[in-house]
């Protein structure tokens, strides 16, 4: 079967360039979907994706699908035939769906069967509709008519080239009927291209000062800008969204070094770097110490003759912007910081919850609560709580969204306020993602710590829980911020007393409506805790978040149920008992006690009455009592030092020895004894047992 090299390119208007990449892997995929179900075999295949294109090639496309056989079943042959021998309506129905006469079907078996060869199709056939289901089903938020056509696609077609082979294949799709003629690029050679076969596709076009490969324009940037940094003694910021954005605005790209004034460094480079990134497309230079160059790199779609003019055509439209954020640093800073929480006064956090400047004094006593007891200081913690909202009400925060908390650092450090309160503006909003960057000061993760709860109490206190897919208030990633930073910058904070603390400052606004506030019994009426109701609404969804983080980096479920059996409130410290635990389970001894654990749980579950505290030796009548009593008053006084210590794993090292005295007690024991007294002695032996455990964690959990 012969095989050929198969090409489709669609020419557009400018497709959107944050999308160009996707929209060309898109492409790739659903061809050779389509290729796939058709049992088209092929070698290779790749995308191509430029600003007013989109193309595949197909490298040794068979020409033709294999032959294959058809198999039918039809009735068994006792209900094809009467008696006599005749074909009754199912054999004739049969041999009619087949379409052939019924002596041409096989009745050798215990069923009637038909046998079709299936000639296959020629690929030519096959391929534009191939390409028009794929078309149809890129990933197109909105689509576009253009004139009187009813045809939809992303941008407006231009032209469609359609080869296979050195034949053109005749179609039409999204109004274009089929050629092999393409287009170059839109100033250098704004003519026809002639594509001469499939393999000569992207050189027939870079003729024509079209870099068709995506991947190749990306390389031949990221190159020249590193090049060109050099030159400058400095090093560029190459965000890998703005080179795919870049790279999808230009055919031909030329790499030009820029200037603006040296005045401009006065201004926070943050803010320069967000206005040059974000709004020019520019690549913006640092020095050696990380401080930001008055120079930046353009990329033009155009090999100029003069480039002075392109460069200068840049330094001028960014200009202006730079000016602007220079006029708004300088105005802003005519007024001390917190001045600005006067503004805030009357600006609404949430209507239940008051105004941000309410929500400032809300964290800033919290987050002095909390310093207190992770080793900060309270002072300098609530300071910063007071003045971490306050560049939301400046100029500059106004003009640069993206500049909150960074705004804040300078202000504070303008008007000469310590330089971990002044971090701490920028990090009160860390992690601001999934693995990013936690807060490098006690400080600063005071503050982080205290706006997150602050937020959860409020947000769950007036009732606004989050659902599967609705989650205002980014409650779920509040939550995995407060463990990530209390468990991996080791700060060991009692939840349970900093989620309290939130809620008495929070009282006044908070409608504290318990689901049983009057809880009616025959004789009498008991009064609900909503305050302790919501604390535990807020622990729950807190600690529920790391099930997730856990399972993620191979955790077993039963580990995190296990330890959050005995509810721990400092997540550090459940963060230690699931590492010791998960360690525990390694051991030889692990499933033999979590099995026992579990046994022993289900018995004290059924047991009458009160379990007793201490146990009674004169009560025991077996040696294995003796020996489990003795091992169990041995564990304690080993294991309790080192659980209070929190030294979990030695802890859980010392419980494994307990495998062989429990395993004789079961063997030699009948706990459910018919003496009250022995058996109620037994039972606060096991009770013991269970307590050792439920040190670390509920291990019968593990069983």
Known sequence: MSAHDFLVELGTEELPPKALKTLGEAFLAGVEKGLKA??????????????????????????????????????????????????????????????????????????????????????????????????????????????ARKTEFVR????????????????????????????????????????ATPANYAEDLRSAYVIADFAERREQIAARIAQLAAEQQGTAIVPPALLDEVSALVEWPVPLVCSFEERFLEVPQEALITTMQDNQKYFCLLDADGKLLPRFITVANIESKDPTQIIEGNEKVVRPRLTDAEFFFKQDKKHKLETFNER?????????????????????????????????????????GLLCKCDLASEMVGEFPEMQGIAGYYYAKHDGEPEDVALALNEQYMPRGAGAEL????????????????????????????????????????????????????????????????????????????????????????????????????????????????????????????????????????????????????LPQAAALAAANKRVSNLLSKAEGQVAASVEAHHFDNPSEFALNAAIQHAEHAVHPLAQARQYNLALSQLANLREPVDAFFEAVLVNAEDPAVRANRYALLAKLRGLFLGVADISVLG
């Open 38 to 147: 058709a049992g088209l075999s092929y070698a290779n295949a790749r995308y191509y994706a430029a600003p007013r294109r989109l193309a595949v090639l197909v490298e040794q496309l068979a020409s033709q699908q294999p032959d294959r056989t058809q198999n039918l079943d039809g009735p068994p042959v006792q209900a094809a035939f009467d008696k006599d021998g005749n074909p009754t309506q199912a054999a004739l129905g049969f041999a009619k769906k087949c379409g052939v006469d019924l002596a041409e079907i096989d009745r050798s078996g215990p069923k009637l069967k038909f046998s079709q060869s299936i000639p296959g199709q020629a690929a030519a056939g096959l391929l534009p509709a191939i390409v028009e289901t794929s078309l149809n089903e890129l990933p197109i938020p909105k689509r576009m008519r253009w004139g």
């Open 156 to 195: 407006p077609s231009q032209w469609l080239v359609m080869l296979f082979g050195d034949e053109v294949i005749d179609c039409e799709i999204l109004a274009q009927k089929s050629g092999r003629i393409s287009r170059g690029h839109r100033f250098h050679a704004n003519q026809d291209v002639r594509i």
């Open 344 to 384: 805030l006064a009357n600006v609404v956090f949430q209507a239940q919850l008051g105004s941000v400047y309410d929500k400032a004094q809300r964290v800033s006593a919290l987050a002095g609560f909390i310093a207190a007891r992770v080793g900060g200081d309270a002072q300098r913690a609530a300071r910063a």
């Open 439 to 586: 807060p490098s000061t006690i400080t600063g993760a005071a503050v982080a710590l205290a706006d997150k709860l602050d937020t959860l109490v409020g947000i769950f206190g007036i009732g606004m829980l989050p659902t599967g897919s609705k989650d205002p208030y980014a409650l779920r990633r509040a939550a995995l911020g407060v463990l990530r930073i209390l468990i991996e910058k080791q700060l060991d904070l009692d939840l349970a007393e900093a989620i309290a603390f939130a809620i008495d400052q929070l009282a006044s606004k908070l409608k504290l409506i318990s689901l049983s506030d009057l809880i009616e019994d025959d004789s009498q009426a008991v009064a609900a805790d909503p305050a302790a109701e919501l604390k535990a609404q807020v622990m729950d969804f807190v600690f529920d978040r790391l099930r997730a983080r856990y399972e993620d980096e191979g955790v077993e479920v039963a580990v995190y149920q296990a330890v959050r059996a005995v509810s721990p409130t400092s997540p550090l410290d459940f963060d230690q008992r699931v590492q010791a635990v998960q360690a525990f389970r390694s």
